[in-house]
């Protein structure tokens, strides 16, 4: 889109986007609060995880008509559909999932029945099933020696068809899969006529959609220091006003719960980023190593303010990123609760003879032995292996997973598992709210697949034509990671040998974010104050985050600089038993690996030592 076409608009020109969703099932709340802040143009919402993708495969498979986020229709659209179209708020999201038409005609039936026009664009093209002979092995990712057939195979697309469906006059845009970012950063493009080439623009709008993907994550939500986030019940939801230049702010609705900080804001950026320097993005490369986060006084009324800049991009790859899902057999996870004495030694016992019985059970049936099985002790840390604090509990919840390639074989545990609570250790509760289910593994592969052989297209209305979206062919950028020595450079010298240190927590100094990528965990640190920086860089390297790890990760860990925010970035491979729907573990996605990492001990000089914890109450904005 040429600038010229774009109508006259003053110099000062932004766009006011809000972020009314982090995930399939987030919270009712946020379109009905952002809708009341004034001047809104744009509500973008996120559903689609790899995680999620998995569970619009299982729905598509029990009905054609599913493979769409009907959260989307019945809770964001459905009830505000009036209110949306007479303040003029357009909105854009990635709810199509598999199965972006029917998200839209679902759309368009409710507005047929609320007498309320609305024009819906989809996005497609990234269904690329038919594929599978130009896909490329994704780098770093093992595969079954013989791939199962494949369920579906979604290509991650990017900004450009969002925004070209914007031109079109579309009032809701819905995609299937795209990068997370993409529906902010194609409001971006649209609003401000921006080129495809504009690479440090296009890499400023990617990091404002990164930060409000996840919804309430960027205004306190999974705070590090929690206690001094207020009002979780009405907490505030991200707004973005973005410029022209492509800086912009971050803020909240004023008098909502919630808070908006550097910390805040920053521990969002670390999430789940991988390569700070070199997040491929299909629009764009983003490198966010220099970014900076300001915070802007006399905004404590709305739960304060920041302003965003300093991301730098180029040209991305020839190649989408595509996630696949396959069926690879069936598992089950039971918990009951057992109290009193000794609990941990029941819970150990009960888990041994519930799996020793049903195996029996099994090899008289026929049956293979488990493929895997895990037991966890909730409660008992069961999660942090050697550097678990607790010995004894007298209330534990006992987790057994279980997987088989036979859906038949699982149905022994299914059913041993209430006898628990008669034939084996006293104060046992066999089970919470019924029998467990088994359910398919849904399991993700990655692939990489040129952009030449996707038909990437916007369609305006259900009878129209599909639009054709060129997507132009680029060579990627060279890298430009920043090495530890390289940032060495770029910070305060190291703690000289020698000096008088004290022992203290980790998370004295630094606070942390972490979450998934398939297998793989990503953990990230941000120095609480300047002056603590050396002292994470020197104290929490590569080798030691592997050894912290070693009970849960297998593979390699890598550690990343972002000297603009004084933090780190560690991605662990390998880490969560398969990560997403496919692992047995109670968290496949990394979610507590920043607070276990917060607890391991490091040495500090004596002089820079805090003299105590966080505390929690600090003024929003204040530093130790």
């Not at 973005?240 to 004023?254: H, N, S």
């Not at 220099?290 to 800049?309: A, C, F, S, T």
């Amino acid at each position: 889109m040429n600038p010229s076409t774009l109508p006259d608009r003053p110099a000062q020109h932004t766009v006011l986007i809000g972020g009314a969703s982090g995930f399939w099932g987030d919270s009712q709340m946020a379109v009905p609060q952002l809708l009341q802040q004034p001047d809104l143009q744009y509500l973008v919402f996120d559903y689609l995880a790899e995680t999620t993708m998995s569970i619009l495969q299982r729905a598509r498979l029990r009905s054609p008509d599913l493979g769409y986020a009907t959260d989307f229709v019945t809770s964001a659209v459905g009830p505000h559909l009036r209110a949306i179209r007479d303040k003029g708020v357009r909105l854009v999201s990635n709810a199509g999932g598999l199965h972006p038409a029917g998200c839209r005609d679902a759309i368009l039936a409710l507005a047929r029945e609320q007498g309320v026009q609305v024009k819906v664009a989809i996005v497609t093209g990234d269904d690329v099933l038919d594929r599978q002979r130009d896909f490329e092995p994704w780098q770093q990712e093992p595969l079954p020696a013989q791939l199962p057939p494949l369920m579906s195979a979604s290509a991650y697309l990017g900004a450009e068809p969002i925004a070209r469906a914007l031109d079109g006059g579309a009032d809701i845009v819905v995609t299937g899969r795209c990068v997370d970012s993409a529906a902010l950063l194609g409001i971006a493009i649209h609003e401000f006529g921006w080129r495809m080439d504009d690479y440090d623009r296009l890499a400023q709008a990617s990091l404002a959609g990164h930060l409000v993907e996840c919804g309430a994550q960027a205004t306190g939500g999974l705070f590090t220091d929690w206690e001094a986030v207020p009002d979780w019940a009405d907490i505030g939801y991200p707004l973005v006003r973005m410029q022209a230049d492509g800086g912009f702010e971050l803020f909240q609705p004023a008098g909502r719960g919630g808070l908006v900080t550097r910390q805040t804001v920053g521990e969002q950026l670390l999430y789940e980023i991988g390569d700070p320097c070199a997040y491929a993005l299909p629009d764009v490369v983003c490198d966010f190593s220099q970014v900076r986060i300001e915070d802007l006084p006399g905004h404590g009324g709305e739960g304060g303010r920041v302003r965003v800049g300093g991301a730098r991009g180029r040209a991305p790859g020839p190649g989408y990123k595509v996630t696949a899902t396959y069926q690879q057999g069936w598992q089950i996870a039971i918990m009951m609760a057992i109290r009193g004495q000794r609990a941990m030694d029941k819970a150990c016992r009960t888990a041994e003879a519930l799996l020793a019985r049903t195996r029996v059970q099994m090899h008289a049936a026929g049956f293979a032995d488990y493929g895997e099985t895990l037991v966890e002790l909730l409660g008992a840390e069961s999660m942090y292996g050697p550097h678990r604090r607790v010995a004894d509990s007298r209330e534990i919840v006992l987790r057994i997973a279980a997987r088989h390639a036979d859906r038949r074989a699982l149905g022994f545990l299914q059913k041993e598992a209430s006898s628990a609570g008669t034939s084996m250790g006293p104060g046992t509760r066999s089970h919470f709210g019924g029998r467990s289910e088994v359910q398919s593994v849904i399991r993700t592969a990655s692939f990489l697949l040129p952009k030449a052989a996707v038909a990437v297209q916007w369609q305006a209305a259900e009878d129209a034509l599909p639009v054709p979206v060129p997507v132009p062919v680029t060579a990627q950028g060279s890298a430009s990671t920043i090495t530890d020595e390289a940032a060495a450079a770029q910070v305060p010298a190291a703690m000289p040998a020698g000096e008088d240190t004290v022992r203290l927590p980790l998370g004295w100094i630094a606070h942390g974010r972490s979450g998934d990528k398939g297998d793989d965990a990503n953990i990230g640190l941000m120095a609480r104050a300047p002056q603590w920086l050396p002292v994470l860089r020197e104290q929490v390297g590569a080798e030691r985050v592997q050894a912290y790890f070693a009970h849960l990760a297998s593979g390699p860990v890598t550690r990343y600089e972002l000297p603009g925010l004084g933090a780190l970035n560690f991605v662990l491979r390998q880490a969560l038993g398969g990560g997403g729907s496919c692992s047995l573990r109670s968290d496949p996605l990394g979610k507590c690996y920043a607070q276990m990492l917060l607890d391991m001990e490091i040495d500090c000089p004596r002089a820079l030592a805090p003299h105590g914890p966080p505390v929690a109450a600090r003024a929003p904005g204040a530093s130790l």
